[in-house]
């Protein structure tokens, strides 16, 4: 997960006026200038910064861990399925007698460490990019919006597991990059380090599904925010130079998607009967 890299690395001809742009492939003449230490969190963190929504929203998802864990542990550094319950964690049957804050609370619990620890360092990665060009109160509107929309489409879908974590948002914002990719293909010059970094990527992210959590992988609720965050991302750049000809083609699917993602789940969940 952290070799999601921005667009400006590569389209560098397009500079500033780039979403996601970044700084840290620069002129030769300021290549030629740097005399000072890389920064690393910056490296790793691009435009990072503590006031942010992302950071702020990543301490609570640590601290709400820290204090699970801390009151009933079913394992080292795992909290039980039951005190999870608790906290809020979708459990479909309860959303369908009206506990509709199991839509939300889910994005500030996780099973796990190693959970906690990708989910965070996945949003982190590319949340303050975010932030700096879409604004704060856009970035929030996607997090927690792609966050419901995983969530219930999870539950419409997967109706008996109990799921956690933040991953639904946060594929919202890869979906975001995505949308960007999508918009963008025709202009990137060098294609090829996209592809590269897609496919080391993918690989990163089956090694953790296949090691760290196998078969508890929410991969519907990941699909709901990944489609949700595509959408919303072709929604925010309406306003983006070079964009493709078949763009208002995409505009209009996209507010589609969201109405269909919006509306289904729901039907679904409340009108066909199902126990566990």
């Excluded at 039980?80 to 994005?107: C, F, M, W, Y």
């Excluded at 949003?123 to 303050?128: D, E, S, V």
């Excluded at 995983?150 to 956690?164: F, H, M």
């Excluded at 990163?204 to 991969?219: Q, V």
């Amino acid at each position: 997960m952290s070799n999601i890299h921005t667009l400006a690395e590569y389209r560098d001809e397009y500079g500033e006026n780039l979403p996601f742009n970044r700084k840290y492939y620069q002129s030769q003449s300021s290549f030629i200038q740097r005399s000072k230490p890389i920064d690393v969190v910056n490296l790793i963190f691009p435009h990072f910064t503590w006031k942010s929504f992302i950071m702020a929203v990543s301490i609570i998802q640590i601290i709400v861990f820290i204090i699970s864990v801390s009151i009933k542990p079913a394992d080292f550094l795992t909290p039980s399925d039951s005190l999870l319950i608790t906290l809020g964690a979708n459990v479909a049957s309860r959303i369908k007698q009206g506990e509709i804050h199991r839509l939300i609370l889910p994005i500030f619990l996780h099973a796990n460490i190693f959970h906690t620890f990708f989910n965070v360092f996945f949003q982190l990665r590319m949340g303050f990019t975010l932030e700096k060009n879409y604004g704060i109160v856009k970035v929030i509107i996607l997090y927690f919006l792609t966050g419901i929309y995983g969530n219930i489409l999870s539950s419409s879908v997967t109706y008996c597991p109990i799921k956690v974590g933040a991953s639904t948002s946060g594929m919202g914002l890869l979906g975001v990059v995505t949308s960007e990719l999508i918009l963008l293909w025709h202009v990137i010059r060098h294609r090829e380090r996209v592809v590269f970094n897609i496919i080391f990527f993918s690989l990163i992210s089956f090694f953790y599904y296949f090691t760290f959590n196998g078969s508890n992988i929410d991969h519907v609720g990941h699909l709901g925010g990944l489609l949700s965050g595509i959408s919303m991302g072709i929604l925010y750049n309406s306003q983006m130079e070079n964009k493709p000809s078949w763009y208002d083609h995409m505009k209009m699917a996209s507010y589609a998607c969201l109405a269909l993602l919006a509306i289904v789940p729901p039907i679904v969940l409340f009108a066909v009967p199902r126990t566990c």
